[in-house]
């Protein structure tokens, strides 16, 4: 498979990393300053371009790929990723929150955790998340669609009551916190780096190629 790689920091460099040792191909890589690289022959031939940049240039940077008959993979949070998702007739996109194969089973036991707890209302939720200096949304991607899971069970917890810590060089963790006057429960995830992040988006740009 080719790929384009939107954005070349630490990210761009680690799926660059996984994509080879899987056997595919980076065929371009576009960052700060290289915008004039979408409309390039390379850019044209990817089979899929993954996108992991900023809020801010996001949405025009999955609309450039697309302008040139490219499906996306896009890592970015912070944005209204899924107001793109009902537009006709686009090359594809496939956007998450978070691309690690471990946090999405945490979303899973985050769902099915809150729904146990529905017959004991002692148990209120709280969710905490810490990530490094440099992660520009807050609260986390990854924490809002852990809060996404606890509405969808009938839990009020709005955005704005999510503790968000910015310190060092966290990956970054997410834990979800049920306290009740008696006891409290905690299901925690701990990234180890952005290996897992990587891997996640480079086996979703797989899944991408293989679809109409």
Known sequence: MKIALIGYGKMGHMIEQIALLRGHEIVCTIDVGDEAKFESEAFRSADVAIEFTTPQTAEANVRKAWAQGVPVVCGTTGWKAEALMDEPNTPGLVWKS????GVNIFFDLNKWLAEKLRDYPQYSPHIYEEHHIHKLDKPSGTARTLADGLRAKGYGLKDSEIESVREGEIPGNHSVIWDSPEDT???SHMA???EGFALGAVLAAESL???P
């Open 209 to 211: 190629n293989a679809k």
């Open 185 to 187: 429960i905690v299901i």
């Open 192 to 194: 180890k780096g952005r």
């Open 98 to 101: 978070n691309f690690s194969v």
